[in-house]
């Protein structure tokens, strides 16, 4: 048996089932190799404690904050069962007395070559432990001081490791790996910053919409190689606030502008610039009590700036282009009138534009992507490509941004107020303070990061959420589709009814398929009006049931097409928001109504929306939500465009 680091490319994984290594109990959980303990510690989690791919996976992500999905947990077990010939170790065999007397070894192969190995090497099995047999399967050591051992024996069943014989050891062996790893979970994934979840391969393209998963996905692989020309702006922008105790103003068309500002997740300092803010405070109503506090006076008094100073930061960007081909330059000449710092989010082409128009301007800062404008999905009979691709990519690239600035802040002993879901249990405990008291938290430890760290984990929490959502529920997104696109060859209403982020009226790329409702409270009144006999209704929600919108569709004998998350964790009472009233928090859908006229179907981000655990903060930061709802959005979009086409043909 070999010992080796992992393998320089992905198709020699195989290598990874061969790899051995002793944990010297005295050592703290100091492991030097990093792959082959992430592959066993992967057979110990869906083997012994019988977790499957998915919880495997949520334990790495949210537990050790690494980026993994679930097909690359499948990928890591299939490795551990690769039956292999047992070569002596480099280094040998670990010695029969060793100093302190427990050592836990982890080895891969049958277990009756494992046995003859260390028989060459003078060691013999404990009583209860001698009958070693042939068998394909991973191999647990856990070696005494007296030259004796007891082994554990792990072998396949369908997607899944499990547990099927097991010698008795000290339990203090399994908590001594757990505590190894947690202590330092950064050995499991040895590869600096750049942490890609290797299972989460490019989508097999079955439907149009795959397309759109298999663009986001490049999309976040190009943000990660432009991780040092963020971190620089983030670097730049942070000194701005810090030193000069500026602000963190958005400003750009509605959809843009507001991304950042009172997101769960987000910076909670973080406000609207808006130059006609009067106007806008004018139009909304006062607050009282029954309506969300986002769609109040007040809400557009606090989080809106008329005016940008000189040390303040103004990250700029437009999701739709002809709102950006109308207003960019008269914003950036009159932010860099004003002094701000602006950091601008878009294409190449119009960054260059920028330039020529303004020169070289140690004020404006270019982050840009090639996303063209328009659609970016070609489908045949179809004249124009359909799906905008921009939207979401100046929303990634913004949110890679502010996963910087937080890190940017913390390098200079500062922790940025960061807002808790208004979904759970009593959020304005915590938001409050934070958004009349405090700009950087006083209280908390600051354990400064690398730069590049906190983008490329978050990141990796994109890809894993964005490739989990099609494959395991294909057959849904087959289902839904069919029945937008029979509404729309038989003349009957689509609805779209959406939560946030993604406004699609009158964004190019948009087939204009839907009438479009977007409230973010998930109150669609106008609709018991619209609705009749088979229209569809398509809700691509947050993390709540809509029992309103559901029963309304029921009464019409329409048919719904539910998209939320699902979550884990239900809290101990239910948070009130607005019209809605209790928020009802799914964990499975089989707690809801089913019926023929019902698809659900699961967003899979983070169920609180945020997902980056910093060190020593209670609150995870960077919001997740928008970017599941884009995807099923447009993939749907592009199936249901697909499937007219080919009966027009």
């Known amino acids: 048996m070999t010992m080796s680091s992992f393998p320089s490319s992905e198709a020699d994984s195989r290598s990874i089932a061969i790899a051995a290594q002793v944990v010297d109990a005295r050592n703290h959980g100091r492991l030097v190799l990093a792959w082959p303990r992430l592959v066993a510690f992967v057979a110990l989690l869906m083997g012994h404690f019988r977790q499957s791919k998915r919880r495997a996976a949520f334990f790495l992500q949210d537990f050790l904050n690494m980026p993994c999905c679930p097909s690359l947990n499948v990928k890591m077990s299939g490795a551990a069962r690769t039956d292999t010939r047992i070569a002596e170790p480099e280094g040998g065999w670990p010695a029969k007395d060793p100093p302190g007397g427990k050592h836990s070894v982890v080895i891969t192969g049958s277990m009756k070559e494992v046995g003859m190995g260390l028989a060459h090497a003078g060691w013999k099995p404990a009583p209860r432990c001698r009958g070693l047999k042939s068998s394909v399967a991973p191999v647990i050591l856990h070696a005494a001081g007296n030259g004796t051992f007891c082994h554990e024996k792990l072998v396949a069943s369908q997607a899944r490791t499990r547990m ?12 001594f790996i757990l505590g190894a790893v947690v202590l330092n979970p950064s050995v499991l994934l040895d590869r600096g910053t750049h942490n890609v979840c290797s299972g989460a391969e490019p989508l097999p393209v079955e439907q149009a919409g795959d397309y759109f998963v298999n663009f986001v996905l490049d999309e976040i692989e190009s943000a990660r190689k432009k991780l040092p020309q963020i971190t620089r702006a983030a670097e730049v922008a942070a000194d701005r606030i810090v030193s000069g105790d500026g602000e963190l103003l958005s400003a750009g068309d509605q959809s843009f502008s507001l991304e950042p500002v009172w997101r769960a997740g987000g910076i909670a300092f973080s406000r609207q610039y808006k130059p006609d803010k009067q106007a806008a405070a004018a139009a909304v109503p006062e607050p009282n009590g029954e309506i969300p506090y986002y769609r109040t006076k007040e809400f557009v008094e606090h989080f809106t700036v008329q005016a940008a100073k000189s040390n303040d930061v103004v990250l700029l960007g437009y999701e739709n282009e002809n709102e950006e081909r109308l207003h960019l330059a008269s914003h950036v000449e009159r932010l860099l009138g004003d002094g701000a710092l602006v950091v601008f989010f878009g294409s190449q082409a119009r960054a260059r534009q920028l330039e020529q128009t303004f020169g070289r301007q140690g004020n404006l800062i270019f982050i840009t992507h090639d996303v063209p404008d328009g659609g970016i999905i070609d489908v ?29 802040f913390m390098r200079r002993g500062k922790v940025p107020g960061i807002l808790l879901s208004v979904t759970y249990e009593s959020p304005q405990v915590w938001n409050i303070p934070l958004l009349n008291s405090y700009k950087f938290i006083p209280a908390f430890n600051v354990t400064p990061v690398k730069k590049g760290v906190f983008g490329d984990t978050y990141l990796g929490h994109l890809r894993r959420i964005v490739s989990g959502i099609v494959p395991e529920q294909r057959s849904q997104f087959r289902k839904a589709a069919q029945w937008l696109a029979e509404a729309a060859r038989t003349k009957h209403k689509t609805f779209a009814l959406l939560i946030h982020g993604l406004d699609p009226n009158g964004l190019p790329g948009d087939p204009g398929l839907f009438k479009v409702h977007s409230e973010g409270n998930a109150h669609y009144p106008q609709l018991d009006d619209e609705i009749g006999k088979d229209d569809v209704a398509l809700f691509v929600g947050y993390n709540w049931y809509p029992p309103a919108l559901a029963d309304t569709v029921d009464r019409a004998g329409g048919k719904q097409i539910l998209c939320f998350t699902l979550v884990q964790e239900v809290p101990p009472k239910p948070a009130v928001y607005g019209e809605a009233g209790e928020l009802l928090h799914p964990t499975s859908f089989d707690q809801l109504p089913q019926g023929e006229n019902r698809i659900y179907i699961d967003l899979k981000f983070a169920q609180y929306n945020a997902v980056l655990k910093i060190p020593d903060y209670p609150v995870p930061a960077l919001e997740t939500s928008s970017f599941a709802e884009d995807v099923v959005y447009w993939h749907l979009v592009a199936d249901t465009v697909e499937l007219l086409g080919a009966v027009e043909k």
Do not use: D, M, V
Request: positive net charge.
């Open 164 to 175: 099927i014989s097991r010698c008795p050891f000290p339990k203090r062996a399994y908590s």
């Open 380 to 408: 045949p009979g179809r004249p124009e490509k359909i799906c905008s691709g921009r939207s979401i990519a100046n929303r990634l690239y913004l949110w890679t941004f502010e996963a910087e600035l937080i890190s940017a």
